[in-house]
Each structure stands twice: as C-alpha cells, then as structure tokens.
C-alpha cells in the first residue's frame, strides 16, 4: 500500500492516531466488558460487516490464554440472537452452530428490509463485544448499541449485481510492511491466492453471484511476467476479459525496473482508457499510474477520451474506475497524504466532466485497502466509493445490486477459514489501527442510493 517514501509520514500518522484512539476509546468494563467462560474462552472483535435488506453478517474471534499466559485463537461454537428493535422481550436465537471455530463468521437471512433489529453474539455462552478500536465503539455504532436497520431496497426489478474488487498483490508474501527490522508487517504462504480464490469461489456461488466483476487496480504485487500471467490465468477461470471481468492498472502493476511492460501485454497498454458496455450500462476503466511512484494521474489522451464518450451520452448509467481516488477528501483522509492519491489537475478534470454528465453515478477506486465514501470536491451526483483490499484484513469485495430504481451497495468479508483466519492475522498490523483505517463505517460498507436505471437490460437479455 505504501512505498519506502511514504512510511515515515504514515507512522508519524499512525503515532497521532494510537494517542486518540488511547483517549477517545476508554477501556471496556462492567456491561461492555468481554466476559470469559468457565473455560476462559474470550470473545471479541465483534464486527457488523454486512447488512443488506433481508440480511446481516456478524463476525468475531475468540481467544484462550496458553500456557505461557499468551491470548491464541481458541475453537468455539456460534451462537447469535436477534429480535425486532422495538421489543423488550428476550431476543430470541436465530443461529447456532455446534461447530468450533476461532474465527466466527453468522450470516442470517430471512430480516425485514428497513426494520431496526437488536442483537446479540455468544461462543460457549460467552457474549461476543467489539474490539477496542474507535470504528467499532464510537457512539452510534451497531456494535456499540446492539442495534442494526436493514437497508430499503430501491423500487424495480434487480438488474444485475456487480463485483467491485481490488489491490490482489498477486505474488505479495509480507502483508504491512512498514519498516524493514522494525514493523515488519505479517508474513504468509500463497495468502493473495487464497483470498482472490476465496472471494472468486463466492462471486460464483448462488447466494453471492455476480454477473460482472470489476478488478480496480494492483492485481499483482511487483508487475512481474510470472505475477501477471498467474493472476490472469486465475481470473479467466471465473469469467472472460472484456465480458465478465474488467480490469485497470494499479501502481504496483508497474513493470521492474529495466522490464518490459507485462502487465500492459498482458491486459492493457499504459495510460490507456478501456470502454465496455453491459446491458446498457457503461464501464470506463482509467489508467491512474505513473512510471515511477505511488501517486496517480492520468496521462495520454485519455481526460479527452473520457469527455469525448460522455458528452456524446451524457444521461447514460455510466460506472467509472481507476486505482487511486480522486477526491480531496481522500486526499487529507488517508495516511499517505495528498500525494498518494490522483494528483490535483486530473481530478478537478474528472470533477468538471461528471458535472456535465449526469449518468456517471459511481466512482470505483482502490490502492488506499479501505472501505469508505467521500465528498465530492462540487456538486456532483457520483459516489466516490473506495473499497478495502482483497488481499488482507477485512478481506473482501463490494457487491453492487442494480436495480431499477437504484442500488445497493454492500461489503463482504470473505468467508473460507484460511480467509478468516488470514484477515484475524492481518487485523493486528500498522501498530494495531489498522480496523479504524480499513473497516470504515458501516454505513461506508452497506447503503442504498435511488437512481433511474429503468432503460437497462437485466442480466440474462437479449
């Protein structure tokens, strides 16, 4: 996520940010604090991850001390309740699973869509409570209140459902690193393959099928042929390029230095605009990389390509994507800084061209592995949408339902247990903040937004 030139300013970052975290978020007790069972199974880390308009997903970890008085993850089974908002009564059980896992993972279907829900999560009998970090525990958060709303869906049939994913670093074998000898980051065997393989196996499994997928930048981890071709071998098993799946560039795509283009050979030429079309909808994929550097711009011709298409069909649903963000609000809200993200020039350009095109109704990025919206600099009706890395804690993609009337937008944690047990791992790095970064809200993970998108096909139409 950070090159060597970046770390310095992001641990000063990170510094600032474990202070505030130390005041603002106090250190649980009585009703809030993580309670042990007989067998000094803990449960923690309670997360609210999905929460759709008939479902939501719950996910924790529990943990039991060895013999040595150190926490490790401890097999538990599963259990959560959950009952109407407004009730007094008990909630009553709607999971339990005798299985023992550390790494809990409650899906629970069958909810009432814009209905507020209480809730609770136990392993062993024990409740299950958030982490000690502010994303989780500030005031107002399902996991700080015991209460989630579903979503409204939009009005109309559902279209299609689209993937939205991101930073695969295909061939990576060290996840945060920082500092080289002193915040070396997690180390692991073949985990980028395991969790694109893992978030691929969902996007083609009946309750989470996708019919597009969207790949918004660094698809390998150094650009290198082998990296390249491996991952395009692992992507055309789910789907075909230019048809099923989409691609675009990010920084880490770059080839080594005094190679070749790989990656330009292999999917698209640098600084290339690419334009697709399913079903009526319009998918523009930017190139944002620079030859060296982990900032963003937009090169070529591709600022005129892009107001070219648009004004010749402006009302057109249109989704555009490319790796780095574009806002200023991405910009002062990440810890890389502004020059992390697409330099200044192009993105008022971008701005300046969705004024007039009042189709484009999102904008996909990657590179900062965070879930989070931000603000347009003017007003504009896009949704600038950054979705946290596949590679990593939380571990996941963005489910994009389209329906006639609008759509919802959805994260999801993969699911497999290497997966889980990888994203606990990999919670823990840049000095513990990583959830307060990567997580985001959770109205940044799940929200509903009304558009008209009666003119386009469903999925499967002539």
Not at 441 to 454: K, M
């Amino acid at each position: 996520m950070l090159d060597p030139r970046l770390r310095t300013g992001w641990l000063a970052g990170a510094a600032t940010g474990a202070a505030a975290v130390a005041v603002r978020v106090p250190r649980p007790s009585g009703a809030n604090a993580v309670r042990a069972t007989g067998n000094s199974v803990v449960a923690s880390d309670l997360e609210v991850v999905t929460v759709t308009d008939t479902s939501v997903i719950l996910t924790w970890t529990t943990r039991a001390r060895d013999r040595r008085g150190r926490w490790r993850p401890a097999p538990a089974d599963t259990e959560v309740r959950i009952g109407p908002g407004d009730s007094r009564e008990p909630v009553p059980v709607r999971l339990f699973d005798a299985e023992r896992t550390p790494y809990h993972y409650a899906e629970i279907h069958g909810l009432e869509p814009g209905r507020a829900y209480r809730f609770e999560a136990y392993s062993d009998g024990g409740r299950a409570h958030p982490a000690r970090t502010l994303v989780t525990r500030r005031a107002g958060t399902p996991e700080s209140t015991g209460v989630f709303t579903t979503l409204t869906p939009p009005p109309g049939r559902l279209l299609r459902t689209l993937a939205l994913l991101n930073d695969l670093h295909y061939g990576e074998d060290r996840s945060g690193q920082l500092v080289p000898g002193l915040l070396e980051g997690e180390r692991g065997e073949q985990y980028p393959e395991f969790m694109l393989g893992a978030a691929l196996d969902e996007l083609a499994a009946p309750n989470r099928r996708a019919d597009q997928l969207i790949v918004a930048g660094d698809l390998t981890d150094t650009g290198t042929l082998d990296q390249t071709l491996a991952v395009r071998a692992r992507l055309d098993d789910w789907g075909a390029l230019g048809r099923e799946y989409f691609v675009c560039r990010g920084n880490h795509d770059m080839p080594p230095k005094g190679e070749p283009d790989h990656w330009g050979s292999i999917f698209h030429p640098h600084q290339r605009l690419i334009e697709y079309s399913v079903g009526g909808l319009r998918l523009i994929a930017l190139d944002t990389t620079r030859l060296a550097g982990s900032g963003g711009t937009l090169g070529g011709t591709q600022v005129e390509r892009l107001r070219e298409l648009l004004r010749s069909d402006p009302d057109r649903p249109t989704l555009v994507f490319g790796h780095h963000p574009v806002t200023r609000h991405a910009a002062v809200s990440n810890p890389g800084g502004p020059g992390f993200v697409l330099d200044r020039a192009n993105a008022a350009a971008l701005h300046g061209i969705y004024r007039s095109a009042p189709g484009v109704f999102l904008h996909h990025s990657g590179h900062t592995h965070r879930n989070r919206v931000t603000r347009p600099d003017i007003g504009v009706g896009v949704e600038f949408l950054e979705v946290a890395a596949a590679k990593e804690y939380p571990g996941g993609y963005t489910l994009l339902r389209v329906y006639e009337g609008g759509y919802l937008a959805n994260f999801y944690k993969t699911r497999s247990e290497p997966a889980r047990r990888w994203s606990t791992r990999t919670r823990r790095q840049y000095l513990g903040l990583h959830p307060d970064h990567a997580l985001g809200s959770c109205a940044d993970r799940n929200h509903a937004v009304r558009r008209d998108f009666s003119g386009l096909r469903a999925a499967g139409a002539a």
